[in-house]
């Protein structure tokens, strides 16, 4: 049974950095990537990075010279990074294995001005 686990959501203040962590278990981890998704209250459910089971990274432009994601393959998690927080970065934050339908319950990041 996969399940991704995300934590580290939080209040903060803009300008603020934050750390998500994304735990995997059931599959092996380290044959695949991971990407972090985040659904506002006003938008749609968007793209913010992923990391391939390579180390390939990409990141949506919202999110390049902010955020900074990596994985542990040891620990079977991957980490958001997040500095420079905005209120437009308000959201809950989800993880996924890439290519597939498994995803976490998300964590809420709230970011106030």
């Known amino acids: 049974q996969v399940q991704l686990v995300e934590s580290g959501g939080d209040n903060v203040q803009a300008g603020g950095s934050l750390r998500l962590s994304c735990t995997v278990t059931?599959?092996?981890?380290?044959?695949?990537?991971i990407v972090w998704h985040r659904q506002p209250p006003t938008r749609e459910r968007e793209l913010v990075a992923l990391?391939?089971?390579?180390?390939?990274?990409n990141y949506a432009g919202s999110a390049k010279g902010r955020f900074t994601i990596s994985r542990d393959n040891a620990k079977n998690t991957v980490y958001l990074q997040m500095d420079n927080l905005s209120p437009l970065d308000t959201a809950v934050y989800y993880c996924?294995?890439?290519?597939?339908?498994?995803w976490g319950q998300g964590t809420q990041v709230t970011v106030s001005s």
């Open positions: 059931g599959i092996m981890f380290n044959r695949n990537g």
């Open positions: 996924g294995v890439l290519g597939t339908t498994y």
């Open positions: 990391i391939t089971q390579t180390g390939i990274i």
